[in-house]
């Protein structure tokens, strides 16, 4: 597992599941990848294709949830500006102190 697994791992342990529950999670998800012309978007589409009517709402439930707490990492891990933007915003301070 990588890091980035690692950590989350931890986060969801801190919600009841186990370290044996998520191992076989990760293991299963990345799978996928060693199946040739396989995406994300086919994965999805097996896994919901092979869910019983009573677990769909479940699983979508947690691909929301995925895509929320993805949205929220990306929010917080603001890119670095390139030196065309630094130049931008510096250009933009001078023209507001000019002004005032």
């Given at each position: 597992m990588t890091g980035e697994d690692e950590d989350l791992c931890a986060f969801l342990e801190r919600f009841g599941f186990s370290r044996d529950e998520l191992q076989s999670v990760l293991y299963e998800l990345e799978a996928y990848r060693s199946i040739p012309g396989t995406t994300i978007g086919r994965y999805i589409n097996r896994v919901a294709n092979s869910l019983t009517d009573e677990d769909r709402s479940a699983f979508l439930k947690g691909i929301m949830v995925g895509v929320a707490?993805?949205?929220?990492?990306d929010a917080l891990e603001e890119?670095?500006?390139?030196?065309?933007?630094?130049?931008?915003?510096?250009?933009?301070?001078?023209?507001?102190?000019?002004?005032?």
């Open positions: 707490i993805r949205k929220a990492v890119p670095e500006l390139t030196e065309e933007e630094k130049r931008v915003l510096e250009e933009i301070e001078r023209l507001r102190s000019r002004s005032s």
